[in-house]
């Protein structure tokens, strides 16, 4: 591993000053065999002067979360464990609806939904795992300009947050501080470079944490955030039980839905849960509107 490194950062030194296709390439190859061992991040969307210096922020902070977190043993392992956002605290009418995009299936985007949203003007916090983006990075972009939706974080490998391989629905989860920063800070990265902004918000594949996981999100300066209301349960509700899951809305609910699954219910149970909402008052918000309300 050690050797890699070093001739990782050999190439990058080497090529610094041109960032000619050809020389990217070489690094992007690199980077895909360090990738196998979710060690290094990808360098394939990067320019040169940014991967150094995103590479030293990156193994500083890891470093970091190792020398913090490294030694600490899990206490628990959950959806809803301490210190994971459920809700916003709240008496007003306001609900926030949050999308995720789970893993990068091709032609996991339910495009109907989301145009749904973009007509009827209705935003939403969308949690994007970092396979979903690279199978659909055209789309993700659009996404990410329009003021409607806010980017979050839903985890590079979209594996449930753990520091000792716990599992959650028979999928095994990080096994280590290292591999969990990883997970989370992979698509940091990469959302940041195709966005220019660092995401706040966090969700782990499956939205299982352990405790020190959480502890290290908020260290990383980001939020975890679940849910108050299964709006689709990873998609297997049809119609009427999506717009069940809308009549359980209280002030300050936060829904969980997915984006990635084309051919469901999803979108026709949304649109008529959301004029339900919308009859009965309730307005539609972002997560960073309300942040220090977040809890
Ligand atoms: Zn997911």
Not at 10 to 19: E, K, P, S, W
């Amino acid at each position: 591993m050690k050797t890699s490194l070093i001739v990782l950062s050999f190439f990058i030194l080497l090529v610094g000053g041109c960032a000619g296709d050809q020389l990217v390439y070489q690094v992007e190859s690199l980077s895909v065999k360090e990738d196998q061992e979710n060690r290094i991040i990808d360098y394939k969307y990067t320019n040169f002067a940014q991967s150094r210096n995103e590479a030293q922020d990156y193994d500083s902070m890891k470093k970091m979360m190792i020398e913090s977190f490294g030694d600490v043993s899990p206490n628990s392992w959950g959806e809803n464990i301490d210190g994971v956002i459920t809700e916003i605290n709240t008496d007003g009418k306001v609900v926030a609806l949050t999308f995720d995009a789970c893993d990068g299936t091709p032609g996991s985007y339910d495009e109907a939904l989301i145009n749904f949203l973009i007509e009827a003007e209705v935003p939403a916090t969308l949690f994007i795992g970092g396979q979903w983006i690279k199978e659909n990075q055209e789309v993700f972009i659009e996404l990410a300009n329009n003021s409607l939706f806010e980017i979050a974080n839903h985890g590079y490998h979209h594996k449930p947050l753990s520091v000792s391989g716990a599992t959650a629905y028979n999928i095994s989860g990080t096994k280590n501080i290292e591999e969990a920063f990883d997970e989370v800070y992979q698509n940091q990265i990469l959302i940041h470079e195709l966005t220019g902004k660092y995401p706040k918000y966090f969700r782990s594949g499956t939205a299982y944490y352990d405790d020190v996981s959480v502890e290290m999100i908020n260290e990383l300066g980001l939020k975890a955030v679940n849910y108050s209301v299964l709006g689709d349960a990873g998609g297997t509700f049809n119609k009427n039980q999506i717009i069940s899951s809308f009549k359980t809305a209280q002030a300050g609910s936060i829904f969980l839905f997915h984006m990635n699954k084309p051919g469901s219910d999803i979108a026709r149970g949304v649109k008529e849960g959301i004029d339900l909402l919308k009859e009965a008052g309730y307005e539609f918000v972002q997560l960073h509107e309300y942040d220090e309300l977040l809890k």
